[in-house]
């Protein structure tokens, strides 16, 4: 398969074409620049069809334009009968067969990408993730490594990564547009995808299956990280934090942690637990809020004390402290304390709002 | 005998109570056409609603709940409520004129199968107004549809059901009409491509309806009598739903689009002055269109986790189709050639279709490629591609087909200045519109997003799509202006304007409530222009002139439809309080009571007596 791989890629307006597709879209968030296996595959399939296409398009346009400046009415033809001609088989299959040909063009990559895409056969020896979907978040379990985290998918770079994916709730799909196409995570039956990054970096995931009122908000993240980070990050989301929170409104955060928020949300990384709430650990680390909040304390105390107005729809609207009320005094306590938890040296660059 | 001028001498209400009870496949063209309309102009504003929400990053204009309203409402009216009913209008106005017929098969049908489909409309829309409408997008998907809170799911449920069971009695109607009553010499092979075309939808109809038909009725039982077909936790599963729907949906795709392309050969034909290239061609298309257009349903669902073998599969399936589907282009594109173009409204939306389709079938091919389509797939680049085929396809036609027939229908031209001007603006703002809609979904952005984050590159390509339905609403405005100028200025247009080949426009403008006083006797592919190139202005009788059988109006049709109706509210609300199971009893009784009074009553119709024909043929 590589060696069609080289002819396309040969091709000068395969590079044209590129640019120009490129032009916009979000750097690690486009599908149009791909940095990943799976959406390299998908983007080669992609600009085989539009080059196929255009063929298509350009013969349909030259007769179109041809006909109709050809053979419009003008004047003096109001009473002209022109011969009413039947058919013409042998053009007729020349426009049968020809398109046929031109749909093998696109049928073999297709086929031979669906399957290379499917392969599972290097899943016992590769980084395992469960993945869990739920309404409007996603839980992250590395299976070998007894490691829980949520929002922020780690990997190494260059390496496969098989996430074994299914729905806590209703349906949601897995997609991160630079890295690979998408997947559904649906309630019943486990889906298995592989990923694997070219370039470190912080790469925008999306839900991509209509979930109800935040599916628009169900964002998530994958670093990709070497692989000497990846290994200390797995380590210190391992090892639980032993120190108590450096000031005085962090550590009275912690205790209001405690009493209303621990049953849902876990702290300790090393755990198997199912999650109910995301799993907080290395917090302080995370990319974002949420998954679309910037990552600051004002954002999470407007996020603790109201989270249904950025979030509609969530989970957390069932929480007991919020039937109670919380005054922004104790929110900004629990922000403190959250913000302080920091597992890891491991720390990923990542400014989601560059014009801001 | 003019519906219009009739009914200038009559009072409101008997004009009303007329188009109740009416049994006439042309008044019931018309009311297809008021409703269908009406539920157009309503999907229009739920979409100008969603575009104005998306006209910025992180816009508050609507909220999250009631965005997800919109957009469910949004295709389901413009799928159920309005595209198909819109098309049904014209295969009513039109199809028993051009095989020769008097009516259709089943009047009576008929007419049940309008009121179905309106009072079923009226039930979607009516969670509006009970604190939520529909809100699991126009596929439903479960679970999500079936944990949905309040009744708007309910109302999609029986909404659908009942307009449902309406679409399954046209479609049945016009495979008898089709099939029976054509006149003498109407071969299958010279009949008129929009009927043939929409004889092969209304095939389509018969297997596809029945999948939805079943789907809903699981649904129903999962939300309103706490059964778990697709519920996991209880040993449901909820991908069946998925593989329902989409055996319907995707055949409903080409229910849409094969009349149309009826339409436009009509269209091209009659405007290039020559018989359709490749008549043969184009029903062996058609028909193949309609065969595997059965065999690719799983390709709405690539994603879902099928595996590689079923994905390969139904990718290539797929991609065939686009074969057929070249064959009528290129055959649209020769019969114009040699021919003698003439640019009227309708065949400037016929000119504007082909580049269009080309597109939306271009993009067609390329989701049909699975591994692309990991990409494409619930992106805006699939929001794109199915708006290029149903607006770039099924829209203009119909827009096409309400100038070509309305002076058929109502024996008024549309102005013809103002309908070019409504295509040009239209045409601009459905490009400007969808055209960025696929890099934007390539660019990261996924389908029923109520808001996008800032600085993500989206922000621009939004702003343009929301400028472009703007344009397109003001096409509509000026289309109404138009229908509206043309009711009060208009004069009657005559017989035959368009210079027509098939016999529809041999009956008299406006025509008489028998449509053919002899049913006419058929010579060739487009009968009427056989008959003209003899040196003929009238189609040869194939009968003496004689008593003709006419069937009676009834309000039967009208009375089952409100008891059903009825019922439908019984079922959803009655697992708030067990009293209102009456409300099912008493809808239902309503409903078979009526079913009773037609099987036991008989109504055998009345007789025009031959004389009274003589004397208006002397008039």
């Known amino acids: 398969m590589k060696k069609w791989v080289g002819k396309v890629r040969m091709l000068g307006l395969f590079s044209l074409m590129a640019i120009f597709l490129t032009a916009c879209g979000k750097e690690n968030l486009t599908a149009l620049a791909p940095k990943g296996y799976s959406a390299e595959r998908s983007f080669e399939v992609i600009i085989i069809s539009i080059l196929v296409m255009t063929i298509v398009f350009v013969v349909v346009m030259a007769i179109f334009t041809y006909v109709l400046i050809k053979y419009r009415r003008k004047k003096g033809q109001e009473d002209y009968v022109p011969e009413q001609i039947e058919g013409n088989k042998t053009l007729e299959i020349v426009w049968t067969i020809i398109p046929i040909l031109l749909l093998v063009i696109i049928a073999v990559p297709t086929i031979a990408t669906t399957y290379d895409l499917a392969d599972e056969s290097q899943k016992d020896d590769s980084i395992n993730v469960n993945v869990t979907g739920k309404q409007f978040w996603w839980n992250f379990d590395y299976v070998n490594e007894g490691i829980q985290t949520s929002q922020d998918l780690y990997i190494p770079v260059d390496t496969r990564v098989y996430l074994n994916m299914i729905s806590g709730d209703v349906i949601h799909s897995f997609w991160v547009p630079t890295l690979a196409g998408k997947m559904d995570v649906n309630p019943e039956n486990e889906n298995v995808m592989y990923i694997e990054a070219y370039e470190e970096g912080v790469y925008w995931g999306k839900c991509a299956e209509f979930c109800g009122d935040s599916h628009s908000l169900m964002d998530f993240k994958i670093v990709v990280v070497s692989q000497e980070e990846y290994d200390q990050w797995i380590e210190n989301m391992g090892t639980p934090m032993e120190e108590e929170p450096a000031t005085a409104s962090a550590q009275e955060g912690k205790a209001l942690f405690e009493q209303s928020c621990l049953s849902c949300h876990a702290t300790d990384g090393a755990t198997t637990a199912p999650a109910i709430g995301p799993n907080l650990t290395n917090f302080g680390n995370r990319t974002m809020i949420a998954g679309v909040l910037e990552h600051n304390k004002e954002e999470l105390v407007e996020w603790i004390v109201d989270p249904a107005s950025k979030k509609p729809g969530n989970g957390m609207l069932n929480a007991p402290y919020l039937q109670e009320g919380i005054s922004t005094e104790d929110a900004e306590k629990i922000a403190d304390y959250l913000l302080e938890l920091k597992s890891t040296e491991v720390v990923p660059e990542f400014e989601p709002f560059e014009d801001q | ?619």
């Open chain 2, 1 to 619: 005998m003019s519906t219009l001028a009739a009914s200038n001498k009559r009072s409101f209400w008997s004009v009303v109570w007329d188009y109740i009870t009416t049994v006439d496949h042309k008044k019931i063209g018309v009311l297809y056409l008021i409703a269908g309309g009406f539920f157009f102009l309503l999907g229009g504003l739920e979409a100008l609603a969603i575009r104005w929400q998306l006209v910025k990053p992180m816009n508050d204009f609507v909220s999250a709940g009631f965005y997800n309203e919109l957009i469910t409402m949004h295709g389901t009216t413009m799928i159920f409520l309005a595209a198909m009913p819109l098309i049904f209008a014209f295969m009513n106005a039109v199809i028993p004129l051009q095989i020769g017929a008097r009516d259709v098969a089943f009047p009576f049908l008929n007419s049940l199968g309008l009121w179905l489909f309106v009072f079923g409309g009226i039930m979607l829309n009516v969670g509006w107004f009970t604190g939520g409408a529909a809100d699991a997008g126009w596929t439903a998907y479960t679970p999500l549809s079936t944990i949905s809170p309040g009744e708007g799911m309910d109302y999609y449920v029986i909404g659908l059901q009942i307009s449902g069971a309406g679409t399954l009695m046209a479609g049945i109607n016009f495979l008898v009409t089709i099939i029976n009553m054509r006149a003498p010499g109407m071969t299958y092979m010279r009949l008129p491509l929009f009927t043939w075309t929409s004889f092969v939808a209304s095939a389509l109809i018969l297997f596809a309806f029945p999948a939805l038909t079943v789907g809903l009725f699981l649904m129903m039982f999962d939300r309103m009598f706490d059964s778990a077909f697709f519920d996991p936790a209880m040993g449901g599963n909820s991908i069946i739903w998925q593989h329902l729907f989409w055996i319907f949906g995707h055949p409903e795709v080409y229910i849409l689009i094969l009349p149309i392309f009826g339409v436009f050969s009509e269209v091209v034909s009659t405007f290039s002055r020559k018989r359709l290239f490749g008549y043969s061609a184009m029903v062996f298309a058609t028909v193949l269109i309609a065969f595997l257009g059965f065999m690719v349903w799983a390709h709405h669902m690539f994603t879902v986790g099928m595996g590689a073998a079923a994905n390969a599969i139904f990718a290539v399936a797929t991609m065939t189709i686009a074969v057929p589907t070249g064959i009528k282009i290129f055959n649209w594109l020769f019969t114009m050639w040699r021919g003698s173009i003439q640019i009227t409204t309708p065949m400037l939306y016929a000119l504007g279709f082909i580049p269009t389709f080309t597109i939306g079938g271009m993009t067609g091919v390329m989701l049909a490629a699975a591994t692309a389509d990991y990409q494409y797939h619930d992106s805006y680049f699939v929001i794109a591609h199915f708006h290029y085929v149903i607006i770039g396809g099924t829209v203009f036609g119909l827009l096409a087909a309400t100038h070509y027939w309305w002076p058929r229908m109502f024996n008024r031209m549309l102005d013809e200045r103002l309908g070019k001007i409504t295509f040009w603006i239209f045409f601009v703002g459905f490009h400007l519109t969808f055209m960025i809609q696929h890099f934007l979904g390539l660019w990261g952005m996924p389908r029923r997003y109520w808001v996008y984050l800032p600085d993500q590159g989206l922000d621009l390509g939004n702003a343009i799509s929301t400028a472009g339905a703007f344009l397109m609403a003001i096409a509509v405005l000026i289309l109404l202006y138009n229908i509206i100028k043309t009711a009060i200025k208009g004069e009657p247009c005559g017989d035959d304007p368009w210079d027509g080949r098939t016999l529809e426009w041999a009956v008299p403008i406006p025509a008489p409530h028998y449509n053919f006083k002899q049913v006419p006797l058929v010579r060739g592919l487009d009968p009427l222009w056989v008959e003209k190139m003899d040196g003929r202005k009238e189609m040869t009788p194939s009968e003496p002139l004689d008593d003709i059988h006419m069937p009676n109006n009834t309000v039967l049709p009208f009375v089952m439809t409100i008891g059903f109706f009825i019922a439908g509210f019984g079922f959803i609300y009655q697992k708030y309080d067990n009293a209102l199971n009456a409300l099912i009893f008493v809808g239902m009784g309503i409903a078979l009571g009526a079913m009773l009074v037609r099987s036991l009553k008989d109504d055998l119709g009345y007789h025009i007596p031959k004389k009274e024909l003589e004397k208006e043929a002397r008039k």
